[in-house]
């Protein structure tokens, strides 16, 4: 398959996966939120801010890796890698705080090193295209938008691991479906950023042996 046509797949499926999960925040009415609100105050609102800046990080991330963009029109790719940085920092920050509303301690290191690692790598990824060394910059950035679909694997992932979950207990669900689908969601940002790391390192890899 040519990089063209798993670049327009792989945007197709994380919309369909993001936006459904996204579509409870556009009332902006916490009752509709999907996580348990404590605070209207603080963590209501971070966390539709959190959400915004993320799409935006998603959509430029995509965007970037769009060959004609980069080649031809270097001045749009600047521009769309600002927006890219600025959201990731933006939703990053405040993803840090919707954390401490977070309860289960897993889910919370989870979203923790996800974070770290999310501002991390864009970071690095700027301070090499300001060195131009444009070579580590597509290595850092690569890694700064594998981490940002870990939104996507990670949700995608929650009915593999419900089978998992399933089998491992021998066919029986002990503590029932809810229980199930609780320890599914204090895992899956593990899961899904592991698989996501091992594809990114695979995919940088491979373009350095090519
Ligand atoms: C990669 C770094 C990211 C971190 C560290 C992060 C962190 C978080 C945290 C802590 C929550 C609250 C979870 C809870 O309380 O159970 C959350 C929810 C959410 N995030 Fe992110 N996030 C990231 C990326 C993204 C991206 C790229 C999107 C895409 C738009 C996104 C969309 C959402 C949505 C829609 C929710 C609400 C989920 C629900 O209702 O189940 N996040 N995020």
Not at 57 to 86: C, D, E, N, W
Not at 145 to 161: D, E, N, Y
């Amino acid at each position: 398959m040519n990089s063209r046509k798993s670049w327009w797949i792989l945007f197709i499926i994380s919309l369909c996966v993001i936006v459904p999960f996204m579509a409870p925040y556009f009332l902006i009415d916490p009752e509709k939120s999907r996580i348990q609100i404590s605070s209207t105050s603080i963590q209501y609102p971070t966390l539709i801010s959190h959400i915004f800046f993320a799409f935006i990080a998603l959509i430029a991330g995509f965007l970037q890796f769009v060959k004609k963009i980069r080649s031809r029109y270097p001045r749009i790719h600047r521009m769309i890698g600002t927006i890219y940085y600025t959201s990731v920092f933006i939703s990053g920050i405040l993803s840090l705080i919707v954390i401490f509303y977070i309860e289960n301690f897993s889910k919370v290191m989870s979203f923790l090193v996800l974070a770290i690692l999310w501002i991390f790598t864009t970071i690095k990824g700027i301070h090499s295209a300001k060195k131009k060394n444009y070579n580590a910059h597509q290595i850092w950035m690569t890694r700064s938008f594998g981490i940002t679909l870990v939104a996507v694997s990670g949700r995608v992932l929650v009915p593999f691991i419900l089978l998992a979950y399933f089998l491992l207990n021998g066919l029986h669900l002990p503590g029932g479906r809810e229980r199930m689908v609780e320890e599914a969601l204090n895992v899956n940002i593990w899961v899904g950023l592991l698989i996501n790391l091992i594809i990114i390192e695979w995919i940088i890899l491979k373009r350095k042996v090519d």
